[in-house]
Structure formats: C-alpha cells, structure tokens
C-alpha cells in the first residue's frame, strides 16, 4: 500500500494511511488488488474513520473482480469509476504476436471529496510510474516550470485515468507493426500465407480491444454527466477547479476515441488485406488458367494435323513424299506462330498491364 497526502505544494508519501484527513489537501490511498482483498477490513474501518462513511459491498466487489469491463457508479456520498487499462503484460513478453501479450487488467477508483481509493492489478506499472511523477511535480523545480499538482481527487483519478490511456500510444506502434507485416505477407504474389490461426487470434484481439475502449468511453462519458450535474461551485477557485475537471475529463474522452479509431482502422486493414489477397490469388489462378488456355487452343490444331496423318489409309497426301514431313513441321509452326501472335495482340499472353 502507498499512501500520499497532497496538497497544493508538496506530496508527502507513507506506507500507512492517516488517522485523520490533513488540514488541506487531499489523500490518495493506492494498493493492489490482492493486498486489497487481504485488508478490506482495514480500509474500510479507515474508510469510516477519515470520511465517515465506508464502500458498499457490491463496490468492494467491483473492486475485487479482475474481470469486470469498465464502468462508472455512484452514491450520494462517493463516485466509483472501474477503468480497463491497456497494457503490454511482461509476463508474456515471449509471444511471438504482441496482441498475445496485451493485459486490459481493471484499476478501480473509490472518489471521495478528500480522498482517493485506487486499487490496482498486483502488476501494475502505472501506479508506480504516475506515483514518480507526482513525487517529481512536488520538486521547487517542477513548480518554478509552472507544474501543478492534482487540486482534487477527482483531479488526481482522471490524471491516471489519462495516463492509462495514454499508454496504448507505445503499444499502438507495435500492433500497427505487426498487421503491417501480415499485410506484406498476405500481399506478397511469390508466397504462400499460411499463418492464418494468428491472423484469425488477431482479429479476435483487435475486436476485444474495441469492445473494452467501448466500455472505457462508456464508463467516462457517464463520469461526465455526472460531473455536469454536481452542485455549482462557490468562489472563483472553485469555478477554475471544476472547469479543469472538464477539460481533463474531455481531454480523456478524446484520448479514448483516438484509440478506438484506430483500433477500427486496423481492424479494417485486416479485412481488406484479406480480401485483397483472396482477389489476388483469385486473379493469378485466372490468369493460369488462361495461359493453359490459350497454349490448348495453340497446340489444338497442331495435333488435328497429327491426328489426320497419323490415320491408317493407304493414300494419303505428302506421306511417300521425301519432304512430307518437313512441310507438315512447317505448317504447323505457321499455324502455331500466327495463333500466338494472334492471342499476344489480344492480350490473352503476356502482362495484361502492359
């Protein structure tokens, strides 16, 4: 568990939560979810003590369940929001295709007016990551920079929120990289594509991943219904701090949309680069075809000529000539000549695109 009391110039960090909320400020309480499960009594009796009030079971639940899409909830006294992450699980960095390796883990968040409840898979980078962040927003450098530290918990939740998103941009290039290679390859006319249970588990993937960025843009869209709907601020600080919750809660929305469009884009790209290589090897296996064609209409009359001197009749033109043989090879390679030259005119040999 990390625990950091935060207010509007320092971040101070332990491993145990407060006996009281701070004077100003907020708390942000992190821990995974399996230390979660093992001390849900603990925090909830922490939970009671600093905001007076503690999670109802179905939440804790939601909490604890790794499988649960992303979605938002809320009561009269704090606001739920489970949000899938995408993420490349190293775990797994072994796969030989990177959508094997994508882990889309659900971090949960308990939003109270002065404190934060996160809780994370037991592998999450993201937690630590934004945690070294905060600790460095806290510097007198980073402040003199014009850096501003989280003004709420609300603040703080949709800062994450934007950090997991913003983390499919690093997984994004190695899936584009990916397809692009089975693009080449399913395109390629000199090789035979035989990686087809990859390319159907990428589809699959690339579907499960537009199901969950759905079920992200779901979750906070209805975070911002809710948002519009809380009671006006009072005082021109408020008013700031609300619109910047706005602004980070678009902001992330927007995010969510980018990756959704892409998700489709790729999703699109495998399609057409399937059906591009069933026309093209529809296309080379007509184009044999028609080659095969045209040499049977070539060689047809050549083997007319050697069926009728072949016949067993006792007279039969040029056949006790000396020069018989020479003259049938001679009008045969006529005939042969002038229907390929006749079937190159047309087109029916050779590249058509020439």
Not at 124 to 146: H, I, P, Q, W, Y
Not at 196 to 201: D, I, N, R, V
């Amino acid at each position: 568990m990390r625990v950091f009391i935060i207010n509007h110039s320092q971040v101070s960090e332990s491993a145990e939560m407060p006996a009281q909320l701070p004077a100003s400020g907020f708390v942000w309480v992190s821990c995974a979810r399996q230390e979660f499960a093992q001390r849900q009594a603990e925090v909830q009796h922490q939970l009671q003590s600093l905001c007076g009030l503690s999670l109802v079971d179905l939440h804790i639940s939601d909490l604890l369940n790794a499988q649960l899409p992303s979605h938002y909830d809320f009561t009269s006294q704090y606001d739920l929001l489970v949000f899938r992450r995408l993420a490349t699980s190293a775990s797994k960095s072994g796969a030989s295709a990177v959508l094997e390796r994508i882990d889309t883990s659900p971090v949960g968040f308990a939003l109270f007016d002065r404190l934060l409840l996160s809780v994370h898979p037991d592998d999450c980078g993201v937690r630590d990551a934004f945690a070294t962040k905060l600790l460095a927003m806290a510097s007198s450098e980073s402040r003199a920079n014009g850096v501003r530290l989280p003004a709420s918990p609300a603040d703080l939740m949709l800062r994450v929120v934007n950090t997991i998103v913003d983390g499919y941009l690093d997984l994004r290039r190695e899936l584009s990289a990916q397809l692009e290679h089975w693009q080449s390859q399913l395109l390629n006319p000199y090789s035979r594509f035989s990686n087809w249970g990859a390319l159907l588990q990428a589809r699959q993937g690339l579907h499960q991943l537009d199901e969950v960025c759905e079920d992200q843009r779901a979750a906070v869209q209805d975070w911002i219904e809710t948002l519009k709907s809380w009671p006006d601020p009072q005082g021109n600080a408020e008013q700031r701090d609300r619109d910047l919750l706005h602004v980070r809660s678009r902001d992330v929305l927007e995010h969510i949309e980018r990756v959704v469009h892409h998700v489709r884009r790729l999703e699109q790209s495998v399609e057409t680069a399937v059906q591009m290589h069933y026309n093209a090897q529809s296309n080379r296996t007509n184009d044999i075809m028609r080659t095969l064609t045209v040499l049977t209409a070539i060689f047809m009359p050549l083997n007319l000529i050697a069926a009728i001197f072949g016949m067993n009749f006792e007279v039969i033109p040029l056949v006790h000539n000396a020069k018989g043989f020479w003259w049938a090879m001679v009008a045969m390679g006529l005939i042969a000549g002038a229907l390929g030259v006749l079937f190159w005119r047309k087109r029916y040999l050779g590249n058509k695109d020439v």
